[in-house]
């Protein structure tokens, strides 16, 4: 192979044939994909370049690639990335891949943090109509009408020749003695009206900070209340709690596309996950600051003076049941790590885990929120509902299957 000529378009039709005889679903797809990540290229440029020679190195990387695939295993680990909402995330054996479905999860909390943590609730307010608006606007379409005139006139004036003045005779409105008395006046009547204009501005009563005007006699009442009222407050910094982070998408997710308002706390009982989660993070350029990884069993490591501070709970944990596992695809079950996948004979083993410190870990009115195995969202909603929580969903995913659990926290606990 390294000694034949191999263009990108040999190479993609050779792979794309290869994989296919081997049952790949997507082999076209799996062939781009390979190739991009092995020529550094984007897929629109692997068309725009069909004719550009392989070298040696770039035909290595794709033979080893091509004989991974081959064996099953999944094309993220290979290419070692993959896309997830609006970041590239590193991926790694011995990680989770994130999934279409855990987006959805980001989406679900993001829809919580707006409405209910980050958008302040402000009270209605009517726009108070300003009467000397039209005045206003009149006073200055009538300037703007009178300075046309006069320029017309001075027009006309200069344009009038004597035997254009004795042809006029009477008609005083067409004589230059006339357009120079008009144009002088009509400049008076212009003057005039900027004054009034400049009076009525002048006038104008104080407005807040909504540009709406204040009501009421007193201006210096109002301005005297506003000098004693409060300076606003900082706007809050919602709180989330991850618990099995795998590749940190779902906090590097929540943390980039909220930057300055959203700070993550998240746990793995997995050292690679932890290790490929802070890589991801380091190359988002987000600090520990505002997503913190911790190797820790669940919630082992948060401090106690941390509880009950949180705004989200949020998890994917492993949710597919015992009897399930046996039926995964190969690339899953053969590649991925059983540790992030099994949930126990119904798949909630670590769910209830996850509802049992939940009262423990958010704030009065915080979000609980699971991606779970569809077939367990029944009795993972009954499941919140037993254990207090309020406003218990069920949400699908783009599949129209039941994926997400999610539920408000009401009453607080406290471990005595």
Not at 66 to 83: C, D
Not at 293 to 300: A, D, E, G, K, R
Not at 330 to 339: G, I, R, S
Request: charged share 30%; aromatic share 6%.
């Amino acid at each position: 192979m390294a000694n034949e000529i191999w263009t990108i378009k040999r190479c993609l039709e050779w792979t794309k044939e290869y994989l296919a005889e081997r049952g790949e679903e997507h082999p076209r797809l799996s062939a781009e994909w390979l190739l991009c990540a092995a020529t550094g290229l984007a897929r629109i440029d692997l068309y725009m370049r069909m004719d550009e020679t392989l070298n040696a190195a770039q035909l290595e990387t794709m033979h080893a690639a091509v004989v991974r695939r081959a064996k099953g295993e999944p094309l993220q680990y290979i290419t070692g990335s993959t896309q997830f909402r609006m970041i590239d995330v590193a991926c790694a054996p011995g990680v989770l891949i994130p999934r279409p479905e855990t987006e959805m999860l980001v989406e679900e909390v993001l829809n919580y943090l707006d409405a209910e943590v980050l958008s302040p609730e402000a009270a209605a307010r009517q726009r108070v109509e300003l009467p000397w608006n039209d005045e206003v606007e009149q006073a200055r379409k009538a300037e703007a009408a009178l300075a046309d005139e006069r320029a017309t006139a001075e027009r006309r004036a200069a344009n009038l020749t004597a035997a254009d003045e004795a042809a006029l005779g009477g008609d005083v409105l067409g004589s230059r003695a006339y357009a120079e008395e008009l144009a002088d006046r009509e400049a008076e009547e212009a003057a005039a009206q900027a004054a009034e204009a400049e009076a009525a501005k002048a006038a104008e009563p104080e407005l807040d900070e909504y540009g709406i005007a204040i009501e009421g006699a007193d201006q210096k009442m109002a301005s005297a209340q506003d000098a004693a009222a409060p300076a606003p407050t900082e706007p809050r910094i919602a709180r989330v709690l991850e618990v099995g982070c795998g590749t940190g998408c779902i906090s590097l997710s929540l943390a980039w596309e909220r930057r300055g308002h959203v700070t993550c706390t998240a746990t793995d009982i997995e050292l690679r996950a932890i290790d490929l989660a802070t890589k991801n993070r380091d190359a988002l350029g987000l600090t520990a600051d505002e997503v913190a990884f911790s190797l820790t069993n669940l919630v082992s490591s948060i401090p106690r003076e941390e509880w009950g501070t949180f705004d989200v709970l949020v998890s994917n944990p492993p949710y597919i049941p015992t009897d399930v596992m046996r039926s995964l695809p190969h690339e899953v079950k053969d590649f991925e790590p059983d540790l992030a996948l099994e949930g126990g004979a119904d798949g909630l083993d670590i769910f209830r885990r996850l509802l049992n410190a939940a009262p423990y870990m958010l704030r009065a009115g915080g979000l609980f929120a699971c991606e779970l195995y569809e077939g367990a969202l029944d009795a993972a909603a009954e499941l919140c509902r037993q254990a207090g929580l309020s406003d218990v969903r069920i949400v699908h995913d783009l599949t129209d299957r039941p994926r997400i659990v999610r539920a408000i926290v009401t009453e607080p606990k406290q471990r005595q």
